[in-house]
């Protein structure tokens, strides 16, 4: 999968689809919350949060989404 990583932003967000499509086993943190996004006005419903693994190039890395 591409992904476009925004270096400025102060969380991770992924949606179910791309998260089951990429880590079948990945267990989810439940957390239920909304979060309204820079624009103001856009909110995302969270469901948990993960620990992912994630290659950029040669290095790999977490992060928490």
Known sequence: MTT???TGAN???IS???LHLSYKKQSINKVSSR???ADGYTSLSILGT???SINMGDML???KA
């Open 35 to 37: 979060v309204i996004l």
């Open 16 to 18: 179910i689809k791309a």
């Open 61 to 63: 890395t977490t992060i």
């Open 50 to 52: 993960v620990h992912l």
């Open 11 to 13: 969380r991770t967000f």
């Open 4 to 6: 476009m990583i925004d």
